[in-house]
């Protein structure tokens, strides 16, 4: 632990005097666990970003409905991340450094019952000093981070034996949480967190009478040098899919020009959404607006995941699944490998790599009942091993037992 005690100091350091040259009070009584805090015992939920804050929405929300006696702190290491759990209602601040004196302030200033640490964010101080039950959910351990901890000699070991449960994100890392210690009472079920995603309920009744879902498809979080594949693709599957439509949502909204350029010199007809225009006659509906891609997803029959025919690594394929939609996808999926290989084993998703592929893929696709087969088939494939609710049911029997 004395090497953990040195370099987390170090690193203490190097951010305190970021803070202070900034004159950050604000940020600087924060990571140090001062300032005032909220009466009452608190159920402590920490993650890195807004990310993956994010993908633990339904998680917090079964939270908070299970145990409203116990309501949530949230910390995050970027103020993005503290934003949006304010927006959902959630006393949140900067996460405080991992130093002993610093931690147990923590726990004391907020009577802190237990705590929640998401994916790879396991800080030592934290963990030995909580007085409640710690877990690990969407837990993971690549074999970098597993080498890396073996410089700490036996520590991880011993923080391991202080969690009480652990739902790792996929099979490598449980596997490897097993090896480095992890008592077996504490193993959970396999659930990547993003796959507890629910569709919206939420929809636009001007867009769904607009648009056939049969005869509509979906380019979703696309990238440049995307786009020329996406239009080019639609050229041909339009030549034997008569009134077929495209919805092209850029990753980027502020790309939304060059994509119009491109659309209109393809020679197809485009409304835009930022700009209000009507799509009932347009060939292409560009959705160049940020937050909504809810509504588009219930439109489409077919919908190809960006990022993937570039170096980007691909976006998620749980969110598109989620709405039975018939998934296509390029070779690129580093982001999200273990999903998309689920997809490839259940021959549930389409792989393309050109537009002639990506072109006779949606032709393949037009017969509705073949987009809802292979819609249903990535449903399937994707479903996780347990949802929220049998995930904080795990939790509160803990917490309970742990009075």
């Known amino acids: 632990m004395l090497l953990y005690r040195l370099l987390v100091s170090i690193f203490a350091l190097w951010v305190l005097a970021g803070l202070v040259l900034r004159r950050d009070r604000t940020a600087l009584r924060q990571r140090l666990a001062a300032g005032p805090a909220e009466p009452g015992p608190h159920l402590w939920l920490h993650a890195a970003s807004n990310g993956e804050l994010a993908s633990a929405r339904p998680l917090v929300d079964a939270l908070r409905g299970a145990r409203p006696d116990l309501p949530l702190l949230v910390t995050c290491n970027s103020p993005t991340g503290v934003a949006l759990a304010q927006s959902w209602g959630l006393a949140a601040r900067l996460?405080?450094?991992?130093?002993?004196?610093?931690?147990?302030?923590?726990?004391?200033?907020?009577?802190?019952?237990?705590?929640?640490?998401m994916e790879s964010e396991l800080w030592p101080h934290r963990v030995l000093t909580c007085p409640g039950p710690v877990f690990v959910m969407g837990g993971r351990l690549t074999e970098g981070t597993a080498r890396g901890w073996r410089l700490f000699g036996a520590l991880q070991r011993r923080l391991l034996r202080r969690i009480a449960y652990v739902s790792a994100q996929d099979a490598g890392s449980l596997a490897r949480y097993r090896a480095a210690g992890l008592p077996a009472r504490a193993a959970g079920p396999v659930v990547d967190l993003k796959a507890l995603y629910t569709p919206e309920t939420r929809r636009d009744p001007a867009l769904c009478a607009t648009f056939d879902r049969r005869l509509t498809w979906l380019a979703a979080s696309t990238h440049e040098g995307e786009e020329e594949v996406v239009l080019a693709a639609h050229l041909r599957a339009r030549a034997e899919i008569p009134g077929l439509r495209l919805i092209l949502a850029p990753r980027h909204p502020r790309r939304a020009e060059a994509v119009l350029r491109l659309i209109v010199e393809t020679g197809l007809s485009c409304a835009r959404r930022s700009l209000g225009q009507d799509p009932a006659t347009a060939e292409v509906y560009l959705a160049d607006t940020m937050g909504e891609m809810g509504l588009l997803y219930p439109l489409a029959g077919r919908i190809f995941i960006g990022g993937t025919l570039t170096d980007r690594g691909g976006h998620t394929p749980y969110e598109p699944a989620a709405y039975g939609a018939a998934l296509l996808h390029g070779p690129d999926v580093a982001n999200f490998r273990a999903p998309f290989a689920r997809l490839d084993a259940a021959h549930a998703a389409l792989q393309v790599a050109s537009a002639e592929d990506l072109g006779a893929a949606l032709i393949r696709l037009a017969p509705p009942d073949a987009q809802d087969a292979l819609g249903g088939a990535a449903q399937a494939a994707l479903r996780p091993e347990a949802d929220a609710q049998e995930l904080v049911r795990e939790l509160t029997e803990r917490l309970d037992a742990a009075g």
Do not use: E, F
């Open 95 to 117: 996460a405080p450094l991992d130093l002993g004196w610093v931690a147990r302030r923590m726990h004391r200033k907020w009577q802190v019952r237990g705590h929640i640490a």
